[in-house]
C-alpha cells in the first residue's frame, strides 16, 4: 500500500544548530508532496511542496526540501533553528485525485 | 497564501446537544473541503471530502448520521455534531483545496463536551 513514512517520532536540537527531518514515501510514480508544519493547538501550515521541476524547493521561514527519487525521499532542512521553530512537522502526499495522506509526525523541541 | 478560517476555535458544549462548526475558505474558491479529525499527539484521520453541492463522502467508521457536513457554496463548509457526547470530544480540523491541489488548512475547533 502507499505510504509516507516519517522514521522519528521525536527530535531534539540546539537552537542555531542545523535540522534535517526525514521522510520517505511508497509509491511507483512520483507524488506531489508536501510538509506542513503544526504549532500546539493549531491547524496546519503550509511549509512547501514539490509537484515537479527543481528538487531543491525552497519554503517559508527558511526551510527547504530536496526530493531524491533514488532514495524515495523529501527530507526537510534548514540550516539554522530558531526557537520559534518547535512544533510538530509532517509529511503528506498526494497522488491524481487520491486523498491527502498524512505520516505519523515529527515532533521538534528546540533547547537553548 | 490562501487562508481558511474555522469558526469557533473553542467550544464547549453538554452531553446531547448539537454543534456546528464552520470552515470558510477566505481569498479562493473551493470545490473541495475536508474534514479532519486529530487525537492528542497523533496524525490527522480523515473523516470525509466535501464537494460543493453534493453529499460529503465519508471515511469507513465514520457516522455519517453523526457528523452532518454541508458545502452550499464555493467558500463554506460546515460540520455539525450531532447529539454530542465526551467521546466526541476532539481537534476538528478543516481544509480546502485551492484549483492548483494544494490543500490549506484551518486553524482547528477544539471541541469539548461535558
Known amino acids: 500500500a502507499q505510504s509516507v513514512t516519517q522514521p522519528d517520532i521525536h527530535i531534539t536540537v540546539s537552537e542555531g544548530a542545523s535540522l534535517e527531518l526525514r521522510c520517505n514515501y511508497s509509491?511507483?510514480?512520483?507524488?506531489?508532496l508536501f510538509w506542513y508544519v503544526q504549532s500546539p493547538g493549531q491547524g496546519l501550515q503550509l511549509l512547501l511542496k514539490?509537484?515537479?521541476?527543481?528538487?531543491l524547493v525552497q519554503g517559508i521561514k527558511g526551510f527547504e526540501a530536496e526530493f531524491k527519487r533514488s532514495q524515495s525521499s523529501f527530507n526537510l532542512r534548514k540550516p539554522s533553528v530558531h526557537w520559534s521553530d518547535a512544533a510538530e512537522y509532517f509529511c503528506a502526499y498526494i497522488f491524481g485525485n487520491e486523498k491527502l495522506t498524512f505520516g505519523t509526525g515529527t515532533r521538534l523541541t528546540i533547547i537553548p | 497564501g490562501a487562508v481558511v478560517s474555522q469558526h469557533p476555535s473553542r467550544v464547549i458544549c453538554k452531553s446531547g446537544t448539537s454543534v456546528k462548526i464552520e470552515c470558510r475558505s477566505l481569498?479562493?474558491?473551493?470545490?473541495?473541503m475536508f474534514w479532519y479529525r486529530q487525537f492528542p499527539k497523533q496524525s490527522l484521520m480523515l473523516m470525509a471530502t466535501s464537494n460543493e453541492g453534493s453529499k460529503a463522502t465519508y471515511e469507513q467508521g465514520v457516522e455519517k448520521d453523526k457528523f452532518l457536513i454541508n458545502h452550499a457554496s464555493l467558500t463554506l463548509s460546515t460540520l455539525t455534531v450531532t447529539s454530542a457526547h465526551p467521546e466526541d470530544s476532539s481537534f476538528y480540523i478543516c481544509?480546502?483545496?485551492?484549483?492548483?491541489?494544494?490543500?490549506?488548512f484551518g486553524p482547528g475547533t477544539r471541541l469539548t463536551v461535558l
Open positions: 481544509s480546502a483545496r485551492e484549483g492548483g491541489g494544494t490543500q490549506y
Open positions: 514539490y509537484f515537479s521541476g527543481d528538487t
Open positions: 509509491y511507483g510514480a512520483t507524488p506531489y
Open positions: 481569498d479562493f474558491q473551493a470545490t473541495t
